[in-house]
């Protein structure tokens, strides 16, 4: 089951991939189209209420499904997503992939569990340890198809339930999900996006150098918290005094629309990961000299805090590997430490401070800049995410003064580190 599984998200996530490379693109080309944001959000809105019941939380319904089994992760999650996710950055949202990603691979799972597995011969029903250890298989498949780093999506799965535990006992099922998984992706001809190595200096680790990344990574993790914070703020406002599900991200499309207009940009539309415009502000240019403005890192989440927390589909990743980045270039040039070096730790850092995963966040950055940044990285991290506090993007996330009944004492799958 679980190399169907691989194949199933894999091959999900890379239709999502490619739909969404479309709608960026068509976006970029027609400009008008951001007028359309607060209709797409509003019908988004209306498509879940009508047919999404019980699938509203995504990622929050899957972590808390594996904690407490119940009535499963229903199939129909991975097409509303899907559907809207795209609409978010057709027309002009700030939100992610990781998310929508994620979401399909547990829906995925989810539905293999219950509709598939009763039809095949010599298969036993799971039991709830078991079926929470398939859920965080499809964690670890659509975290890995959507990024190309099949090791850091297997620590994610088993890292992001408990703050500061893992579950060990997750970790073969959850590589092998996300090593095919990522390997399927890449058969359907999607190439991710390449990030420059990182090399510092002749030596593996520079003291100096290494006490001016824990400096910024203390501010990482003050922007890990301030993006946890206000999105929550944000979602817990709009939902509190505007009743209409349909009017929150109508409400907020606007907003983003008038942001536009009063900056004169529109850089932090979208994933932000590169552009056509060789002189916007991307991830991408973040790692070089003059490649990002001051503010860069606050504009970008004031856009994904307002698009996010007010009900449209995407993820947080993306936005924050966005925030991270541009903090880090900014930082270096304050500092007059490596602009590439500053940038690849912050886009981890910043991650690692809102998810409360740490170690994934170090594995993904050294899969993504190359073992020369490693030390630099797992500081960044580490401090990153001892600073943010206990509060983070994830809101089903137990933490060490939870008590909880653990959902896995049958097969003794889970361990705690």
Request: aromatic share 8%.
């Amino acid at each position: 089951m679980l190399v169907t599984l691989a194949i199933a998200t894999g091959t999900t996530v890379a239709l999502f991939l490619w739909l969404l490379d479309q709608a960026t693109a068509r976006r970029v080309a027609t400009p008008s189209l951001l007028w359309l944001l607060p209709a797409a959000g509003a019908l988004v809105a209306v498509i879940y209420e009508r047919a999404g019941r019980g699938v509203e939380r995504g990622n929050n319904l899957i972590i808390d499904e594996i904690h407490a089994p119940g009535g499963g992760v229903p199939g129909r999650l991975a097409p509303l997503v899907l559907i809207g996710t795209i609409l978010t950055h057709l027309c002009g949202g700030s939100a992610g992939r990781e998310g929508t990603a994620v979401q399909m691979g547990g829906s995925i799972a989810g539905a293999l569990e219950r509709q598939v597995m009763p039809h095949v011969r010599h298969l036993r029903p799971f039991s709830a340890g078991e079926r929470g250890v398939f859920l965080q298989a499809g964690i670890a498949a659509g975290f890995s198809a959507v990024f190309g780093t099949p090791i850091a999506g297997a620590i994610f799965a088993i890292e992001v339930l408990r703050v500061g535990r893992l579950a060990r006992g997750a970790l073969l099922p959850c590589l092998v999900a996300a090593l095919l998984a990522d390997v399927v992706t890449r058969a359907w001809g999607i190439r991710h996006t390449v990030y420059p190595s990182v090399m510092v200096g002749d030596a593996w680790v520079s003291l100096p150098l290494l006490g001016q990344v824990a400096m910024a990574a203390i501010i990482f993790g003050l922007a890990s918290r301030l993006f946890s914070l206000t999105s929550h703020a944000v979602t817990t406002a709009l939902g509190r005094l505007v009743r209409p599900v349909w009017l929150r991200p109508a409400i907020g499309g606007l907003a983003v629309i008038g942001l536009v207009h009063a900056l004169g940009t529109r850089d932090y539309l979208g994933l932000g990961v590169s552009s056509p415009d060789p002189g916007a502000v991307t991830i991408l240019s973040a790692f070089t000299d003059g490649g990002a403005e001051r503010w860069s890192w606050l504009l970008k989440l004031l856009f994904t805090v307002i698009t996010i927390g007010s009900g449209f589909k995407g993820g947080e990743v993306t936005p924050l590997f966005f925030i991270g980045a541009t903090l880090g270039n900014t930082l270096a040039l304050w500092l007059g430490a490596p602009v590439e070096l500053f940038a690849a730790v912050g886009f981890a850092a910043v991650f690692a401070g809102a998810t409360n995963t740490p170690l994934a966040c170090t594995i993904m950055g050294l899969e993504l800049f190359g073992a020369g940044a490693l030390p630099y990285l797992a500081v960044g991290c580490g401090l990153a995410f001892a600073v943010s506090g206990p509060t983070g993007v994830y809101t089903a996330q137990r933490r060490r003064s939870t008590v909880v009944v653990s959902p896995l004492p049958a097969t003794g799958t889970e361990q705690h580190s």
